[in-house]
């Protein structure tokens, strides 16, 4: 059994900044790579940054504004958010790839999400 609970959402003015949190737990025995998404209403939902390791990628529209961290001792991954705009409003999602206990494949488990919502 695998959970992430997302935190740290909320209300910001935008230029403004938050700090999203995901915290893995249960019966993990390793965490290939996380994640965050998110989806606007009548959006699909977006990839917005990944780690892997010491690799780390973003969508271009949060380039420079956006980054995603990893506390492997917590399984927990964090998304700074600075600079907001209104068009990041949205629902953030946590997903992780991981290899459950005596499970040899590879799975994906999301999270219950978070909202940001970026007033202008």
């Known amino acids: 059994q695998v959970q992430l609970v997302e935190s740290g959402g909320g209300l910001v003015q935008a230029g403004g900044s938050l700090r999203l949190s995901c915290a893995a737990s249960?019966?993990?025995?390793?965490?290939?790579?996380m994640g965050w998404y998110r989806q606007a209403p009548g959006k699909q939902r977006e990839l917005v940054a990944t780690i892997s390791g010491g690799n780390t990628n973003y969508a271009d529209s949060v380039k420079g504004r956006f980054t995603i961290s990893r506390d492997n001792a917590k399984n927990t991954v964090y998304l700074q958010v600075n600079s907001l705009k209104p068009e990041d409003t949205a629902v953030y999602y946590c997903?992780?790839?991981?290899?459950?206990?005596?499970?040899?494949?590879?799975?994906?488990?999301w999270g219950q999400g978070t909202q940001v919502t970026v007033s202008s």
């Open positions: 997903n992780a790839l991981l290899l459950a206990h005596r499970v040899n494949q590879l799975r994906s488990y």
């Open positions: 249960g019966s993990i025995f390793s965490i290939k790579a």
